[in-house]
């Protein structure tokens, strides 16, 4: 490659088709993700219109099996069970997403300021961050709830606040790495605002490790609320959440299979959706992967 | 030339970097990487800073940057010092003096276009209303010799001297008076470098453009600087217009250097005694006592071994720090 193959002549701007969609194209995972996922947001919209059941309907047909009345069979309260797990659908994917945005946020930002800043800004993240690591992230979910109360809020914030350590540490150590880079010297030199510095020219660089530790983070939220409610710490008695519904069709797993495979497959499905997804989304934001 | 307005002026500056250790990182030690350093570039000069890695010189340019701090000593751009500027003042300071890196395959970010990379600077600091950015970032890759369809590319599709151009472009784009080169050539191929010099050269005289070009490659430096100071392990050991300097070097060290580069042509360079440099650069954690380079220099006495010598003239506008000089 020299210089000499630059042509004047050639003093055109070609565009560029956009990355997400020249990847997407070929990447037939991320397609299943994004419809496995559209069908599951649509689900939560229209659960009111799809189910046939009120989801908290009790009836004496408890346990029944699958059958055309009840696709996926009933519970041990005579509940159905699609219809409870259409109803959860809007808040477990609410929860799960809306929990690693808000943990995604806080952690990183308090990642890329201890890692940019370093001295007695990182110590005092870092320690608390190493508090706070200390502890499973599930205690502190629980911790959290029990001071502030159930409700679906406290227990977005409560599961959030548990994950921040995670992303924080990836944001910091990858924040360490770059901010070596002449990049980010230039940027200084440049005279450009640290906020700028750390959102425009680090965090660009450091996706890839923050949008896997997020795609795993969903799943564990999902399943952190079902644990939250299986304590009776979660969003409320009467919202049918997937982890509800799992924590309650535990007891029964020898009796009503069902009980236990739909909403796991209904987690499973979303956690995979949302893998793929991320994927998908680490590939296509990095510039320097061929785009297929 | 000499006369003109002093831009850049480092005022005895030292650097140093404290080696911290244990628990409550008490400082053990430090390494004085720039250890009183003075020099003035005026404007419109080419002012080369020579030496061994490890000799200070790009900790000078970062302390010219202010990318590093200094220790002690001033630095003063336009005769007010650079430490003292904070918000409008630092935008300012930011907007007349720029830099071009070493390394091309670093200094740009490998997420933005070319385009967005010299864009960047230019819609930050509004050097141009929004409407006009395009036509600017055309207007500055014409000017750094790239065809506009670069703007549309990733850094990792251009090859290294073409990053180099595009470093070069939004150094520019702020409209500079001084850039800081530091080894803006040294990690381009031969034939590459011999492109970005002449573009660096035809730069200075249309835009009246004054370089601190960091290098340790002698006749680049010599091609392109016209006042030039050697450095040793943090200090300035030979400053000389840059014809004087390489016709009459004076400090062992710069004749040391100067006798390293070899010659092209190979009848003569057959014939030619070199006396290599004996050992390493010491540590800057630890530099010896006295003049600093007496442990590897073939002239050292007594004297060298126990007191530091300053930098003095030893002809108009040619100085040097050594005791046998003169």
Redesign the interface.
């Known amino acids: 490659?020299?210089?000499a193959t630059?042509?004047?002549?050639?003093?055109?701007?070609?565009?560029?088709r956009s990355r997400l969609l020249v990847t997407l194209a070929g990447d037939r995972k991320a397609q299943f993700g994004l419809i496995v996922l559209a069908l599951f947001a649509l689900a939560g919209i229209f659960a009111p219109l799809l189910a046939q059941y009120d989801p908290n309907e009790m009836t004496l047909d408890m346990m029944a099996g699958l059958s055309a009345a009840h696709p996926l069979g009933t519970d041990d309260l005579g509940r159905d069970l699609l219809s409870r797990i259409l109803y959860g659908t809007q808040v477990s994917l609410f929860i799960g997403i809306s929990t690693v945005a808000l943990a995604l946020a806080i952690g990183v930002t308090l990642g890329l300021v201890a890692g940019y800043f370093g001295g007695w800004i990182d110590t005092i993240i870092m320690r608390y961050i190493d508090l706070q690591w200390a502890f499973p992230n599930f205690i502190i979910a629980v911790y959290l709830v029990a001071v502030f109360g159930t409700g679906l809020l406290n227990v977005i914030v409560a599961i959030s606040l548990a994950f921040v350590d995670d992303f924080a540490r990836i944001a910091r150590s990858m924040t360490l790495t770059l901010r070596e880079?002449?990049?980010v010297?230039?940027a200084?030199?440049?005279?450009?605002s640290k906020p700028?510095t750390l959102f425009?020219?680090i965090l660009?660089?450091a996706v890839a490790p923050i949008i896997v530790q997020a795609t795993v983070s969903v799943s564990y939220a999902i399943l952190g609320e079902a644990s939250l409610s299986f304590l009776g710490l979660g969003v409320d008695v009467s919202t049918p959440t997937w982890g509800l519904i799992l924590a309650d069709g535990r007891s029964f797993i020898t009796q009503a299979w069902w009980l236990g495979v739909f909403p796991g497959l209904a987690i499973m499905l979303v956690v995979l959706s949302i893998n793929f997804i991320g994927d998908w989304l680490r590939d296509a934001?990095d510039?320097?992967q061929k785009a297929i | 030339m000499t006369k003109a307005l002093p831009l850049l002026e480092f005022t005895d500056v030292h650097v140093h970097f404290p080696i911290r250790a244990g628990f409550f990182k008490k400082e053990v030690g430090r390494i004085r990487a720039v250890n009183g350093v003075s020099f003035t570039i005026r404007k419109g000069q080419a002012f080369g800073l020579v030496g061994e890695s490890g000799c200070g010189k790009s900790t000078v340019a970062?302390a010219a940057?202010?990318?590093e701090e200094a220790t002690s000593g001033s630095i003063r751009y336009a005769g007010e010092h650079i430490s003292l500027f904070t918000g409008e003042e630092?935008?300012k300071f930011?907007?007349r003096m720029?830099?071009v890196?070493?390394?091309p395959f670093?200094?740009?970010?490998?997420?933005m276009k070319a385009?967005q990379i010299i864009a960047?600077?230019i819609r930050?600091?509004g050097v141009k209303p929004a409407g006009e950015v395009r036509a600017e970032v055309d207007r500055l890759l014409e000017l750094v010799?790239?065809?506009?369809?670069f703007?549309?590319l990733?850094p990792?599709e251009m090859?290294g001297?073409?990053r180099q151009?595009i470093?070069i472009a939004?150094a520019l784009a702020?409209g500079p008076e001084l850039i800081v080169a530091d080894e803006a050539v040294s990690a381009l191929d031969v034939?590459?470098q011999a492109?970005i010099i002449t573009l660096l050269e035809d730069l200075q005289r249309d835009l009246g453009l004054t370089y601190l070009f960091i290098g340790h490659d002698l006749s680049v430096v010599r091609h392109i600087c016209d006042q030039v100071a050697v450095m040793y392990l943090g200090r300035i050991v030979e400053m000389a217009p840059s014809e004087e300097l390489f016709a009459n070097p004076t400090h062992p060290y710069t004749r040391a250097l100067i006798d390293a580069v070899p010659n092209p042509d190979p009848a003569a360079e057959a014939g030619r005694h070199i006396e290599p440099l004996q050992g390493e650069v010491p540590s800057p954690a630890n530099p010896p006592s006295g003049c600093v380079f007496h442990p590897r220099c073939p002239l050292a006495t007594d004297r060298c071994r126990q007191e530091a010598p300053d930098l003095g003239p030893v002809a108009p506008e040619h100085s040097v720090a050594c005791w046998n000089a003169g």
């Open positions: 490659m020299s210089d630059l042509s004047p002549a050639d003093n055109t701007r070609p565009k560029r880079e002449q990049y010297d230039a200084r030199t440049l005279g450009f700028r425009v020219h660009p660089n934001l510039v320097r | 970062r940057l202010r990318l630092r935008i930011r907007k720029q830099a890196f070493q390394d670093s200094s740009l970010n490998p997420r385009g960047e600077p930050v600091h010799g790239l065809p506009l369809r703007a549309n990733y990792h090859s001297g073409q151009r470093g939004r702020l034939s590459i492109q």
